[in-house]
């Protein structure tokens, strides 16, 4: 069963950056579609970015689009996501995930995902 550990979380002041890393065990990432996702306290999560198993669609909610940057290495079995001119409204704890079936598609709704890491908490503030 494949299972996520993310990676990469921390306190950073508004305006920089942070990356988080996603990464796999019990199954190559190759075949998966793998999103991330935030919850903020009291908030539903949100679908963030998504990138399709080979790397070739990339998706991302209209919050982070020109500040964030999704990538893949499926020879490390590795996700990563760069968020740059990072914001308070950013902070939130980050989960990546993969649904179950394979070279499923890219979108951001998390009924989509079966397979979630444990999150990594993302603070912004100065």
């Known amino acids: 069963q494949l299972q996520l550990v993310e990676s990469g979380g921390g306190l950073v002041q508004p305006g920089g950056s942070l990356r988080l890393s996603c990464a796999a065990s019990g199954s190559t990432l190759d075949y998966y579609v793998i999103g991330w996702f935030r919850q903020a306290p009291g908030k539903e999560r949100e679908g963030v970015s998504c990138i399709s198993s080979t790397g070739g669609i990339r998706n991302y909610v209209d919050s982070v689009k020109g500040r964030f940057t999704i990538s893949r290495d499926n020879a490390k079995n590795t996700v990563t996501l760069q968020m740059n001119s990072l914001k308070p409204e950013d902070a939130a704890v980050y989960y990546c995930?993969?649904?179950?079936?394979?070279?499923?598609?890219?979108?951001?709704?998390?009924?989509?995902?079966?397979?979630w890491g444990q999150g990594t908490q993302v603070t912004v503030s100065s």
């Open positions: 995930a993969a649904p179950r079936i394979r070279f499923g598609s890219c979108i951001l709704g998390k009924n989509s995902y079966d397979y």
